[in-house]
């Protein structure tokens, strides 16, 4: 079984910070089959990246994700009041469909 | 607009059972697989089950075998998960969420409920 360790567990920044988040696998991911989430409270989770990469419909570009094999980054540039939230990586294998890390929360300094 | 609604959580002793429904409307339900995540107090997220689009197939984390089931009513936009046995550590929320493949390759959950309790304790 593959796990996800997020790091770091919080990240305190400021509106109009970068965020740096970063998402390891135990074992290379093949096709990049890796994915980044939003949660905030009071809201459905919100997909934001697929295949490590791709921005998903209607996510903003200061949003991006990077990384292959087993070491994978969310970056989050200017942040904005909405993005404090937690944020998880998660997995797809054929064997157990989704895998999560246990998030990283991203909140206001 | 891809909408999905959970409902039947609730307060529930352990060893009883709870059914959860997910209404969805948007999109062609039977067209898409279906998942439940769960999500206990104060932790991560985790898959429970999911279903194919006819529901012959059927997939279950293993904390659950034997206790829930998966299931889906394509006439009526419905999902279900019929748990029975429930346990202490069973307390969550759990999300109903469709599977989707962005450019038919890449896998993701892209369109999630916004949840429903579920608490097992005397």
């Known amino acids: 079984e593959v796990v996800l360790t997020q790091s770091p567990d919080t990240l305190s920044l400021s509106p109009g910070d970068r965020a740096t988040l970063s998402c390891r696998t135990s074992?290379?991911?093949?096709?990049?089959?890796l994915a980044w989430y939003q949660q905030r409270p009071g809201r459905a989770l919100r997909l934001l990246i697929y295949?490590?990469?791709s921005r998903a419909t209607g996510i903003p570009d200061r949003f991006s994700g990077s990384g292959s094999g087993t070491d994978f980054t969310l970056t989050i540039n200017r942040l904005e009041p909405d993005d404090f939230a937690v944020y998880y990586c998660?997995?797809?294998?054929?064997?157990?469909?989704?895998?999560f890390g246990l998030g990283t929360k991203v909140e206001i300094k | 607009e891809v909408q999905l609604v959970e409902s039947g959580g609730g307060l529930v002793k352990p060893g009883g059972s709870l059914r959860l429904s997910c209404r969805s409307s948007?999109?062609?339900?039977?067209?898409?697989?279906m998942t439940w995540v769960r999500q206990a107090p104060g932790k991560g997220l985790e898959w429970v089950a999911n279903?194919?689009?006819?529901?012959?197939?059927?997939g279950y984390v293993d904390s659950v075998k034997g206790r829930f089931t998966i299931s889906r009513d394509n006439a009526k936009n419905l999902l279900y998960l019929q748990m029975n046995s429930l346990r202490a550590e069973d307390t969550a929320v759990y999300y109903c969420?469709?599977?989707?493949?962005?450019?038919?390759?890449?896998?993701?959950?892209?369109?999630w409920g916004q949840g429903t309790l579920v608490t097992v304790s005397s």
């Open positions: 969420a469709r599977d989707w493949w962005y450019s038919g390759r890449y896998p993701t959950l892209d369109s």
């Open positions: 948007g999109f062609t339900f039977s067209e898409n697989y």
């Open positions: 279903i194919e689009t006819d529901g012959s197939q059927k």
């Open positions: 074992q290379s991911v093949s096709n990049n089959y």
């Open positions: 998660q997995l797809y294998s054929r064997s157990t469909p989704w895998t």
């Open positions: 295949g490590a990469s």
